[in-house]
């Protein structure tokens, strides 16, 4: 068994490589890599012979902060894991924690946090279409996607609070009910995100720039992106149709109509094309959420887990005396480990609980997306030109909060 | 009826088994964990390597269980394998012939748990900067922990 191993980073540029080759260093602080990933390549000519991609340099200790906060103030932190899709992870995390104290959700929250998934989905995908095609000198199809990003984000500022880190979800509910409008200048949003989505597809999909820099590069089977772990939009453009919110439905999904698309050939080209696709599914779901949406409370009547109305703190004792309890001692959740994924923008986001009955999580552990494709990525960069590095790593949404945890 | 059909087809290779929320869970002896998985993939068709982490135990003896998921798409499941690891010989066999995602993964269970994955080459920290001392999710290593100042480089 070895026990000494060589150090990550410098060991790979210290060491000796093919005296034809030469050894480049990308990243991480280098617009392109997101100021996280830094990828040593070793170069024949131009092309890519070998990729070693080292991530970390947003390590935050994600994991160990959880078992140290109860249930409720480990929401915030899962904010920033995936930060172009905060809400998503919120609900993930809740869903784990509802599981395991045997809670069902409202039917208005179940509905609520299935439209809010969907939005975050088009932020996500929008932010990730946007970056890979400017990274390839696309500007105006950047400036309009930031524009429908920007959208979405100050409506959903309006309903959370926050444009970026919303903290929305509770255990047991979500943190307030709509406010009044929001529904129709969702629609309204959606009508925009239309149109601009429309035109990016007028400006990319038969570009003859784009093509070339995207069509047959970084293109995998299904059974190599299988091996690799790649989930997610990744996966489906490979051609395999793997959607948890078709194969495993949670939240709302098994009363939902819509569409999995999937790529041929697993190129650039695919990802970026079954994420605009994801687009028009995710609208098209958010307006059977709003048709089907459901009155009544957004959070279960359950004294052990929910925060009683800010109103009643400070005008009844009983509520003032729940509110202390639950923010002092916290929620605690019967003994017990669960595995909950759900279908992230990303792909699988997988957060792995167990909790020994007190109002720490014992153990947290997220399958993140990002994390499983850097481990992959190389075998897509190897043989392909240095100047694909960019446009492949842009297609595989990369989310350093997420990657590094 | 996955659980069933696991159970009577890896009859006397695993230790104990369970179901948590729906997901069948198998305890093995480090030894087994390959034939297990090799057969797991090969007859019911579990083709994604989803997760390893471990999870820290000081109190208990072994002290570490190296925690597996895996999805089949055959099977449309998942499925959970548990290893425990002694303190004194925290080693399991990789999975990296089988799957290359175990590749990253298994260097971050080493990273922050210090367990080693026989037949993995390639153990080098990746999420932790090198240098760093200790493995900081084991529950022994404190919040506050004081790390050596890593000298610049020339």
Request: aromatic share 10%.
């Amino acid at each position: 068994m070895q026990t000494h191993y060589p150090a990550p980073v410098s060991s790979y540029l210290e060491r000796t490589a093919d005296p034809d080759s030469v050894v480049v260093n990308i990243g991480p602080s280098h617009p392109a890599t997101h100021g996280t990933i830094q990828i040593i390549a070793e170069l024949s000519g131009e092309t890519v012979k070998k990729a070693d991609v080292h991530c970390g340099y947003l390590h935050r200790g994600f994991e160990k902060e959880a078992e140290h906060h109860t249930y409720h103030k480990v929401i915030p932190y899962t904010d920033r894991l995936n930060y172009c899709s905060a809400l998503n992870n919120n609900f993930v995390f809740a869903d784990a924690v509802e599981r395991l104290l045997g809670i069902a959700i409202t039917p208005r929250c179940t509905v609520l946090r299935t439209l809010l998934c969907e939005y975050s989905r088009i932020a996500d995908h929008v932010t990730c279409v946007a970056a890979s095609v400017m990274e390839m000198g696309a500007m105006t199809a950047f400036l309009y996607l930031m524009t429908v990003r920007d959208y979405i984000y100050e409506h959903l500022n309006h309903l959370t609070g926050a444009r970026l880190t919303h903290s929305y979800v509770r255990i047991g509910g979500l943190a307030r009910d709509l406010p009044d409008g929001w529904l129709a200048r969702l629609e309204e949003i959606l009508q925009f995100c239309e149109r601009y989505v429309a035109r990016i597809h007028g400006l990319m999909d038969r570009n003859r720039i784009f093509i070339d820099r995207t069509r047959n590069v970084a293109a995998m089977t299904t059974a190599h992106a299988l091996n690799w772990g790649f989930t997610g939009p990744i996966l489906r453009s490979t051609g395999l149709g793997v959607d948890l919110r078709k194969d495993s439905p949670y939240l709302a999904y098994d009363q939902l109509e819509f569409e999995v698309p999937v790529g041929i050939k697993g190129d650039n080209y695919d990802r970026y094309y079954v994420r605009m696709c994801e687009i028009d599914e995710s609208i098209s779901m958010i307006r059977q959420c709003v048709r089907m949406l459901p009155g009544g409370p957004v959070s279960v009547d359950d004294p052990r887990v929910s925060l009683p109305e800010k109103e009643l703190v400070y005008t009844q004792i009983e509520a003032l005396i729940q509110h202390f309890k639950l923010v002092m001692e916290g929620i605690r959740v019967p003994p017990g480990e669960i595995y909950v994924a759900h279908e992230a923008p990303n792909g699988e986001l997988g957060f792995y609980l167990i909790s020994d009955g007190t109002a720490r999580p014992y153990k947290l552990h997220i399958r993140s997306p990002s994390f499983v494709h850097m481990g992959g990525m190389h075998t897509l960069l190897e043989g392909y030109q240095v100047a694909d590095v960019v446009p492949t790593f842009g297609s595989m949404n990369m989310i350093g909060g997420e990657c590094d945890r | 009826m996955l659980r069933d059909a696991l159970t009577t087809a890896l009859n006397g290779l695993f230790e104990r088994t369970g179901e948590s929320f729906g997901m069948p869970v198998l305890e093995l002896r480090p030894e087994n964990i390959v034939p297990v998985v090799n057969r797991l993939r090969a007859e019911f068709g579990f083709e994604l390597f989803l997760d390893v982490t471990a999870v820290d135990y000081p109190q208990r003896s072994p002290r570490f269980d190296v925690v597996y998921h895996l999805y089949s798409r055959k099977h449309n499941g998942r499925i959970r394998l548990k290893v425990s690891v002694p303190e004194d010989r925290p080693v399991v066999p990789t999975l990296t012939p089988l799957y290359g995602s175990a590749r990253y993964m298994e260097r971050e269970v080493h990273d922050m748990y210090g367990i080693g994955f026989e037949g993995n080459t390639d153990l080098r920290p990746i999420l932790l900067y090198e240098g760093f001392a200790g493995h900081p999710l084991r529950k022994d290593y404190v919040m506050d922990m004081e790390q050596p100042i890593v000298p610049y480089r020339e």
